[in-house]
């Protein structure tokens, strides 16, 4: 008889598999977060890189070529599979590794597994098609698919003893993630054009001229496109600044982690701040140098606090 994931064991054979199986993930479609992942210990990257393979496995599922009645499908059967997670009904023998992984992930931390119903319910939104009026209604969206995962993973890292403010961990662990998918929009915005999506609020668009869309390399005639880019922008260094109030509560590589996400997507903000037409024209980056020098930095000289202040305090 198969036995099922048990968390609190020395990870077996078949989980360490799975975990590996997920931390290749992680690796190779990570981009920018495996940068952070990586500084933390075994047990929690492992945690972490589960996640993302769940996270990885929703978003590709909305993201994928199935028309939209099959997307729905996979996501309620992905849905189905979060339950038996949740029940602890997955075998370690199980085929599918990143259920094992998150299993056994969610037996060694208190991973409010809820999250990732939400993330379905966001990436649902997504297959809908819904277009957000305000940043009220789209914050509701960026809720489902960026700060959960910000929730889920303070999970994984947990909060330091006697730390001050931790009653609010999980509130700027959510605004993190807003902060994040709002750069992550606006660095997207001609791709997702080319695939029929808006998904910044359609007052702010009407606002600066914008209301047509982006349908070429170049601003739309009579736009204040840069107007609407530094509006977002503003925006997102103003969720930054808070979120990032999580970071002191935060043990050393939790802290570093999470700084050198946020440290990777607020050089990426600073970026389309500096040529806001630039995100018309392709997809802003940062040099795979630049992002492993934002997360050693992270790790070694600065502490979570003065990371935070220079966050709140302006550019990095
Ligand atoms: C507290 C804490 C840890 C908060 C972090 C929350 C978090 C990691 C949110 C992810 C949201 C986001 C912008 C996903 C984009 O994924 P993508 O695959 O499009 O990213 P990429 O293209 O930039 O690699």
Known sequence: MSRTVNGSQEASAPVLAAYSYCEAVTGQQAGNFSYGIRLLPTAKRRAMSALYAFSRRVDDIGDGPLDAGDKHRRLEETRELLARIREGRIAEDDTDPVAVALSHAARRFPIPL???????????????????????????????????????????????????????????????????????????????AANGRTYLPSDDLAKFGCADGFHSARPPAGADFTGLVHFEVRRARALFAEGTR???????????????????????????????????????????????????????GLDARSVHRRTAGGRA
């Not at 969206?141 to 001050?164: D, E, H, M, N």
């Not at 050393?252 to 040529?275: F, H, K, N, P, Q």
């Not at 995100?279 to 070694?300: D, I, Q, W």
């Open 114 to 192: 809820g999250g990732l119903d939400e993330l379905i319910d966001g990436v649902q939104m997504d297959v809908r098609g819904e277009s957000y009026e305000t940043w009220d209604d789209l914050a509701v969206y960026c809720r489902c698919v960026a700060g959960a995962i910000g929730r889920l993973s303070l999970g994984v890292f947990g909060t330091v003893p006697g730390a001050r403010d931790a009653a609010r961990a999980s509130e700027y662990a959510d605004t993190l993630g807003l902060a994040l998918q709002l750069t992550n929009i606006l660095r997207d915005v001609r791709e997702d």
């Open 246 to 300: 999580l970071l002191p509560m935060l043990d050393r590589r939790s802290g570093a982690c999470v700084a050198a996400m946020a440290g990777i997507y607020r050089r990426l903000l600073d970026r389309i701040a500096e040529d806001p037409e630039a995100v018309l024209r392709g997809r802003v980056s940062l040099p795979g140098r630049e992002k492993v020098y934002v997360a050693v930095r992270g790790l070694s």
